[in-house]
């Protein structure tokens, strides 16, 4: 792989040019409509669209190794970047920590089994997704953005839900229960809040959607079949991540919002 | 005065018994002074009151109790034994705490009644529910209601209840009757002074003068997160007239 030709650049640059239009639309709707969020469009396609370049450019390279280290250190990275973002939408300490454990430990399992050969066939070891660099980083990428999406909703919903029953929660607690145990209805209800998107978008697979992946390796070329079976691993993947990271995420926080005797830090949600 | 009693407080330590003590106990949340070096004994029988205007730490002072936080200095101990050597949630069952608001969980009665002794593997009979719901005044079909249906009253009463349900010695009240109607008031405080006859330990934080008047034995007279008072009941209202005890159950000037 290389990069792309020269008519081809052109053409790409006349694309994206025609489809800033778009992003201005979405600009004006947004100052018609008063939603002051302007600047934000603005400046989060700017820097998506550096930061994927950026990425493009890297993958042409990495694409080329074959070193499953390499490719594992840009998971991590990305794993990283992803507890980062997730952190910046909490006004809250330690959420870093917390998210990069959690969107990390469930992103690498997972991408480890599905690395793994299982068997081979003619001598060609055989693994859940093909372990190359065109493989690896863009699914690994969908899985550590989901399981960083997943586990945001959790902390959220978690958050919000405390902080709601806070009496409630003492009260349990007061009786003599554990700190797990006067959660465990709020923890359970943020696991679903945080899984049923995902399950939602499979359900309607192939009927109201043809997903990123799939409609990818078919623009790229490949057999619409064959992308169909990579959109359900894909799927399957981002799901037990997202579950491992949620159940992570969950219990992480709840260790963090209480003490060892089992009593609620009310100052944490007044972080100073 | 404060020297005096801590002078008291130190003798009485010294072998004799020590029910419920705080020594030079102070709760500080966020560079807030909530509690201000306390040192009290509290007796093992009774109706205490706490009282004081809002902001004092009447709440923060039964969080303490019940554990629900814990002090940042001093100590406190429950029949001579120091809080820290009591595993935490044994600590809780034995010193129930009702709160303001009654924080019901979902959905019936009965599973209110019942949350507390399933923590500790005891499940409840029927004749054990009945019991509970007369402690408190409700009626028996009143078990399979959901507590979203009751009456602010009612679910007080069921929030007694389901801190009685674990048969502790000492209950905390937390001005339990101050969103309540006179009726209802009325009869939880025909159920507080029966349980007390029946040997449970009352602390109870109060706002109503008359309340105080009408149900306590001795008083703890709590401001600034220190204790100005500890008397009985009747040495208090004989002490002070009418206006300078209305004085101090009002609102403290805001910060």
Same mark, same amino acid.
């Given at each position: 792989m290389s990069l792309a030709p020269e008519t081809e650049i052109t053409e790409m640059l006349f694309r994206i040019l025609f489809s800033i239009l778009l992003l201005t639309l979405i600009v004006l709707l947004s100052y018609w409509q008063n939603i002051n969020l302007e600047k934000v469009f603005t400046w989060s396609f700017v820097r998506g669209f550096i930061q994927i370049l950026l990425m493009a450019s890297i993958l042409i390279v990495i694409f080329e190794l074959r070193d499953l280290l390499i490719l594992y250190g840009v998971l991590l990275f990305m794993c990283v970047f992803a507890a980062y973002t997730a952190k910046?939408? &909490?006004?809250?300490?330690?959420i870093f920590k917390l998210e990069l454990v959690a969107i990390t430990t469930a992103s690498i399992f997972v991408m480890v089994i599905v690395t793994t050969p299982i068997l081979t066939i003619d001598s060609t070891p055989i693994s859940i997704? *093909?372990?190359e660099g065109t493989y690896i980083i863009p699914m690994g990428g969908m899985v550590i953005a989901n399981v960083m999406v997943m586990t945001t909703i959790v902390l959220e919903r978690l958050i919000a839900d405390i902080k709601k029953s806070k009496g409630t929660i003492e009260a349990a607690l007061s009786l003599g229960d554990s700190s797990w145990n006067s959660v465990k209805p709020i923890l359970k209800e943020s696991f679903r809040a945080g899984l049923l998107p995902t399950t939602n978008r499979v359900a309607v697979l192939g009927i109201v959607t043809i997903p990123g992946l799939m409609s990818g390796m078919i623009i790229g070329g490949v057999n619409p079949v064959i992308a169909a079976i990579y959109q359900v691993i894909i799927f399957l993947m981002i799901l037990s991540a997202g579950f491992i990271g949620e159940i992570m995420i969950g219990f992480l926080f709840i260790k963090e919002l &209480?003490?060892? *005797?089992?009593?609620?830090?009310?100052s944490w949600f007044n972080p100073k | 005065m404060n020297g005096q009693s801590m002078d008291n407080q130190k003798q009485k330590n010294n072998g004799e018994d020590c029910p419920i003590c705080f020594q030079n106990v102070s709760f500080i949340i966020n560079s807030n002074q909530i509690i201000n070096n306390i040192s009290v004994r509290i007796d093992r029988k009774g109706i205490t009151g706490i009282i004081g205007p809002s902001g004092s730490g009447k709440s923060t002072f039964l969080r303490l109790l019940n554990r629900l936080i814990s002090a940042t200095t001093g100590r406190i101990s429950l029949d001579e034994k120091?809080?820290?050597?009591?595993p935490v949630r044994e600590l809780r069952k034995r010193i129930g705490l009702v709160q303001q608001r009654p924080y019901l969980f979902a959905k019936t009665v009965e599973d209110n009644l019942t949350y507390g002794p399933r923590i500790w593997g005891v499940s409840l009979s029927k004749i054990d529910l009945i019991e509970l719901l007369d402690k408190v005044a409700? /009626?028996? +079909?009143?078990?399979?209601?959901?507590? +979203?249906?009751?009456s602010g009253g009612e679910q007080q009463r069921v929030s007694v209840a389901r801190s009685l349900a674990n048969n502790p010695d000492i209950l905390l009240l937390d001005e /339990?009757?101050?969103?309540?109607?006179i009726v209802s008031e009325e009869i939880l405080e025909n159920t507080i002074r029966n349980l007390s006859q029946e040997g449970i330990k009352i602390i109870i934080v109060t706002h109503s003068l008359e309340q105080t008047k009408r149900l306590t034995d001795q008083l703890l007279f709590l401001k600034d997160g220190k204790f100005i008072e500890k008397t009985s009941t009747k040495e208090f209202f004989h002490k002070y007239n009418e206006k300078e005890i209305r004085g101090f159950f009002k609102k403290k000037e805001s910060r």
């Open positions: 910046n939408r &909490f006004p809250y300490p330690n997704i *093909e372990r &209480f003490t060892s *005797e089992d009593q609620l830090k009310i | 120091s809080y820290d050597t009591i409700l /009626p028996h +079909e009143f078990l399979d209601r959901d507590v +979203e249906n009751l /339990p009757t101050s969103a309540l109607d």
